[in-house]
């Protein structure tokens, strides 16, 4: 038998493409590595499911990276988000029994807060569509044989099974333990695409020891905050959110999405001191504490200020003062290296030297993969193999945290999935 669409991967881009193509009439099978899908689903938003963002859909393309360009990845997704766009997913599952709800921060997730529920529902829903699920099928290769394609197994080698068209919707390289293989990138490849290098993104930061040392005492320690990112003392990146002191370095959604710029030996600068103004601004305010306040030790004043107590303990400690110093006591040249610490702006931030970024098991997503200039955004079919599909995170597309990887894996699933079963439909009505 010849399927009319065959999906690779069983995650959210992979069910809900082979749900997608059913809908429109056509068989429909998934083919999963694992004993059984969506494991990456299940562990997503701490077990609760963020699955995706409020606001207008508008807004979504700004949050991605990925392609040759800046803004290459908004503009590929833009037909995909405004195809089935956050307002969609969630009239989607609400139509069907799974409500959805925005938290302060905007970010959406089932009611429930539980991701069991959306798998149990995606898994019902294409049981109830008639897709076909295989698990525990691992594809090692791909072939195209008379405008068909043909799909090999582990461990033999084995031919598994036919398609008329093909959705690559394998996933990243992040998190190996939730079913990440890798695989994907080598089937494209082999088909004839070009992919781009992946590498661990939405991961946290080791920062160099000798930096950090006056730091880690802070563990734990949150702040929302501006941030920027610094190569050959040139700014190359900028954000702004929560962050997160960890035991070697930082972490937090602002670190997080900064991540995907961040190279060793770059500079992150954190403004320590939440709300502050620019520099100038955050000098004049010092001076004017310190006028204020001369006999105050420099952390009861950073205290004073409003910065947490340990980080002001650390700032101190990393600029080489006493514990005890007066602020009256400080040189200006130390006053302008505080102010600087703390403040916002293009001049301000603490710098924390960044040693490397966190590996394959703490990213949770990867940056690269299939280049999006061999894929027509419009239905996501490959520029190079005709009827071979590609949706989800397998793409050369990474999206920020709070909703928008996964908003971006149901989108490009359901159009991928869509297009392969119409371009399917049009091969069985040619045969
Ligand atoms: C811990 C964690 C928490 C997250 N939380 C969120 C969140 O709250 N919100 C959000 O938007 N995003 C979150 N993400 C990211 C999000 O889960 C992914 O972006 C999303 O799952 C990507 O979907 P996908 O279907 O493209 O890939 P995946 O979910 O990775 O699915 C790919 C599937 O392909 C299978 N596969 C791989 N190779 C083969 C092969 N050779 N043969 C057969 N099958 C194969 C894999 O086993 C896997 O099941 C989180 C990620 C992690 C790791």
Same mark, same amino acid.
Request: with cysteine; aromatic share 6%; proline share 5%.
């Given at each position: 038998?010849?399927?009319?669409?065959?999906?690779?991967?069983?995650?959210?881009?992979?069910?809900?493409?082979?749900?997608? /193509?059913?809908?429109?009439?056509?068989?429909?099978?998934?083919?999963?590595?694992?004993?059984?899908?969506?494991?990456?689903?299940?562990?997503?938003?701490?077990?609760?499911?963020?699955?995706?963002?409020?606001?207008?859909?508008?807004?979504?393309?700004?949050?991605?990276?990925?392609?040759?360009?800046?803004?290459?990845?908004?503009?590929?997704?833009?037909?995909?988000?405004?195809?089935?766009?956050?307002?969609?997913?969630?009239?989607?599952?609400?139509?069907?029994?799974?409500?959805?709800?925005?938290?302060?921060?905007?970010?959406?997730?089932?009611?429930?807060?539980?991701?069991?529920?959306?798998?149990?529902?995606?898994?019902?829903?294409?049981?109830?569509?008639?897709?076909?699920?295989?698990?525990?099928?691992?594809?090692?290769?791909?072939?195209?044989?008379?405008?068909?394609?043909?799909?090999?197994?582990?461990?033999?080698?084995?031919?598994?099974?036919?398609?008329?068209?093909?959705?690559?919707?394998?996933?990243?390289?992040?998190?190996?333990?939730?079913?990440?293989?890798?695989?994907?990138?080598?089937?494209?490849?082999?088909?004839?695409?070009?992919?781009?290098?992946?590498?661990?993104?939405?991961?946290?930061?080791?920062?160099?020891?000798?930096?950090? /040392?006056?730091?880690?005492?802070?563990?734990?320690?949150?702040?929302?905050?501006?941030?920027?990112?610094?190569?050959?003392?040139?700014?190359?990146?900028?954000?702004?959110?929560?962050?997160?002191?960890?035991?070697?370095?930082?972490?937090?959604?602002?670190?997080?999405?900064?991540?995907?710029?961040?190279?060793?030996?770059?500079?992150?600068?954190?403004?320590?001191?939440?709300?502050?103004?620019?520099?100038?601004?955050?000098?004049?305010?010092?001076?004017?504490?310190?006028?204020?306040?001369?006999?105050?030790?420099?952390?009861?004043?950073?205290?004073?200020?409003?910065?947490?107590?340990?980080?002001?303990? /650390?700032?101190?400690?990393?600029?080489?003062?006493?514990?005890?110093?007066?602020?009256?006591?400080?040189?200006?040249?130390?006053?302008?290296?505080?102010?600087?610490?703390?403040? /916002?702006?293009?001049?301000?931030?603490?710098?924390?030297?960044?040693?490397?970024?966190?590996?394959?098991?703490?990213?949770?997503?990867?940056?690269?993969?299939?280049?999006?200039?061999?894929?027509?955004?419009?239905?996501?079919?490959?520029?190079?193999?005709?009827?071979?599909?590609?949706?989800?995170?397998?793409?050369?597309?990474?999206?920020?945290?709070?909703?928008?990887?996964?908003?971006?894996?149901?989108?490009?699933?359901?159009?991928?999935?869509?297009?392969?079963?119409?371009?399917?439909?049009?091969?069985?009505?040619?045969?």
């Amino acid at each position: 038998m010849v399927w009319d669409v065959v999906v690779l991967g069983g995650g959210p881009a992979g069910l809900f493409a082979a749900i997608a /193509a059913a809908e429109e009439g056509v068989r429909s099978i998934v083919l999963e590595h694992l004993p059984s899908p969506g494991r990456k689903l299940l562990a997503s938003g701490g077990g609760a499911c963020n699955l995706t963002h409020e606001g207008e859909v508008a807004d979504f393309l700004a949050h991605y990276g990925g392609g040759d360009r800046p803004g290459d990845a908004g503009r590929f997704l833009r037909p995909a988000l405004y195809g089935f766009s956050n307002t969609d997913l969630v009239h989607w599952f609400a139509q069907r029994g799974v409500p959805l709800a925005g938290d302060p921060a905007g970010r959406v997730f089932p009611c429930s807060r539980r991701a069991g529920d959306v798998l149990a529902f995606l898994l019902a829903t294409a049981r109830r569509r008639r897709v076909e699920l295989r698990t525990g099928v691992r594809i090692r290769s791909v072939g195209v044989e008379r405008s068909r394609f043909v799909v090999f197994g582990s461990p033999e080698g084995d031919p598994v099974l036919e398609g008329t068209t093909l959705v690559l919707a394998t996933g990243g390289r992040s998190y190996p333990t939730l079913g990440a293989t890798g695989d994907g990138y080598r089937l494209a490849a082999s088909l004839g695409h070009s992919v781009v290098p992946p590498r661990p993104a939405l991961v946290p930061l080791r920062i160099e020891r000798r930096a950090f /040392a006056p730091f880690a005492p802070c563990a734990g320690v949150s702040l929302s905050t501006a941030l920027s990112l610094v190569r050959n003392l040139k700014k190359v990146a900028s954000g702004h959110g929560e962050i997160l002191f960890t035991h070697r370095g930082l972490s937090g959604p602002a670190v997080l999405d900064l991540s995907r710029h961040v190279l060793p030996g770059d500079v992150v600068r954190v403004g320590l001191l939440a709300g502050a103004g620019d520099l100038a601004a955050t000098e004049a305010r010092l001076g004017a504490e310190i006028a204020a306040h001369g006999k105050r030790t420099v952390t009861n004043l950073l205290q004073g200020m409003g910065m947490v107590a340990c980080l002001a303990r /650390a700032l101190v400690s990393s600029v080489g003062l006493d514990g005890g110093t007066k602020a009256a006591e400080l040189r200006r040249d130390v006053r302008h290296t505080l102010a600087a610490s703390l403040a /916002a702006g293009a001049e301000g931030g603490h710098p924390f030297p960044v040693r490397s970024v966190g590996s394959w098991n703490e990213a949770m997503v990867t940056a690269g993969g299939v280049r999006l200039a061999e894929v027509d955004p419009k239905m996501l079919q490959s520029r190079l193999v005709p009827g071979l599909f590609f949706a989800g995170e397998f793409l050369d597309v990474d999206g920020d945290t709070g909703g928008y990887n996964l908003q971006a894996a149901f989108s490009t699933g359901r159009l991928a999935g869509r297009s392969a079963a119409e371009l399917a439909r049009g091969r069985l009505s040619q045969r």
